[in-house]
């Protein structure tokens, strides 16, 4: 150990004369401390809501949708087959989307999005499969001779409807038929519930509900078959870069969008918010800095005969300064690495056991998720040890400034 390290362990541990000195030393400690555990738990709040959004979105939608301006695609499967060949792509499903409103037996109805899928297909480009809860998508097609056409109902939609498997629902599209000398009727059809599904996105869970590619095909009158096609990519990250690349390719009768394009104003806000929570929480470190420079200034006052015997005694204010240093940094290095410690322990916990519930109605998800990133965690270790060196700075100069002779007559 260091000259300067074993004088400012002393200075540090010092019970007697210096007990507010030491006080004032352990309020820094509690207040960096506080202001890290705040630090990280706050960045692993929002890190959580952004991933958990992300996944569900994810999971639920396709990463780049691609539309035919006009009308459907002339060669569906070709198109498909194209697309499924650009490098980065994992998969390509056809789909129909379309307004109706559902109703069930009772008196319950609900306005819903229908997609007519390809139920072999759609897997390949959402987390449909994983997200049955009951019944499957085979049933679409797969039904008996006379049986109802089958539909797949979000988890939630058939809860607001109150039905189950096996149940009849009504379906209405704007589209209408036309009869003679009668007025226009809006097209409905029965359907028998065959499966639900939950992707813990509420959106989707509470709106959505599928049916197979030729029902929706006549039930929302597109007679040229599928205008969308759905893409899943190997990195989901890179799906500005392909959707760009594809727009080019395709031209101007197509539309291509990616999931980051459609859910930005919602990722945009949630990463000014972590911002803001940083940066608001990061003013606790920084009081807790001022309190390190007020222990460290009083500790020179009351420490300034000593100071003069070192100097007189051959110590240089090089030596001096540093040792005031190294007591504000091992304030900063304890509060800080009981604040990590902490902060992620209360994050483990708070994950884990998942312990604050969310309206899923409200907020999209059922619990606040916490996930701690490496880096989040290594930038405010850093920034938090910056933050109380820097605050050692003026009180370890005016303890190299302090003239000797000036101290030991005022003593």
Request: charged share 15%; hydrophobic share 50%; aromatic share 6%.
């Amino acid at each position: 150990m260091s000259f300067e390290w074993y004088v400012a362990r002393r200075y540090l541990t010092a019970r007697r004369r210096q007990a507010f000195v030491s006080l004032i030393s352990l309020v820094s400690i509690v207040g960096v401390c506080v202001g890290v555990m705040a630090l990280v738990i706050a960045l692993a709040l929002m890190t959580g809501v952004q991933s958990e959004l992300r996944d569900r979105i994810v999971g639920s939608t396709a990463h780049i949708y691609v539309y035919r301006i006009g009308g459907g695609f002339e060669d569906l499967n070709g198109t498909m087959a194209k697309l499924a060949a650009t490098p980065g792509v994992a998969g390509a499903a056809p789909a129909i989307l379309g307004g109706a409103l559902m109703q069930a037996s009772g008196a319950e109805s609900a306005f819903v999005t229908l997609k007519g899928i390809d139920p072999a297909r759609e897997p390949q480009v959402t987390d449909v499969a994983n997200a049955m809860r009951g019944g499957s998508l085979t049933a679409l097609t797969n039904r008996p001779e006379g049986a109802r056409q089958g539909i797949v109902l979000g988890a939630d939609l058939a809860k607001t409807l109150h039905v189950t498997m096996g149940d009849v629902v009504t379906v209405l599209t704007p589209e209408v038929t036309l009869l003679p000398l009668m007025s226009p009727i809006p097209k409905s059809r029965p359907f028998e519930v065959v499966g639900t599904f939950r992707f813990g996105f509420w959106e989707y869970d509470s709106a959505y509900a599928m049916v197979s590619l030729p029902t929706a095909e006549t039930l929302l009158n597109r007679p040229d078959g599928p205008e969308l096609i759905q893409l899943k990519l190997t990195q989901m990250d890179r799906a500005p870069e392909i959707r760009t690349a594809l727009q080019e390719r395709l031209g101007a009768d197509y539309l291509v969008q990616d999931w980051t394009e459609l859910n930005k104003p919602l990722y945009s806000a949630l990463w000014l918010e972590k911002v803001a929570i940083s940066l608001t929480i990061g003013l606790i470190v920084i009081v807790a800095a001022l309190n390190i420079v007020a222990s460290l200034v009083l500790m020179v006052m009351e420490k300034s005969r000593d100071i003069a015997i070192l100097r007189t005694m051959g110590a240089s204010a090089r030596a001096v300064r540093r040792i005031f240093i190294y007591q504000g940094l091992t304030i900063g290095l304890i509060g800080t690495s009981l604040g990590t410690v902490l902060g992620l322990v209360a994050c483990g916990v708070l994950e884990h056991y998942q312990l604050i519930k969310l309206s899923g109605e409200v907020y999209q998800i059922t619990y606040l998720p916490f996930r701690v990133l490496p880096l989040d965690v290594t930038v405010v270790v850093v920034s938090a040890i910056v933050v109380c060196l820097i605050a050692t700075i003026y009180p370890a100069r005016q303890a190299g400034k302090l003239d000797p002779a000036e101290a030991l007559r005022h003593e």
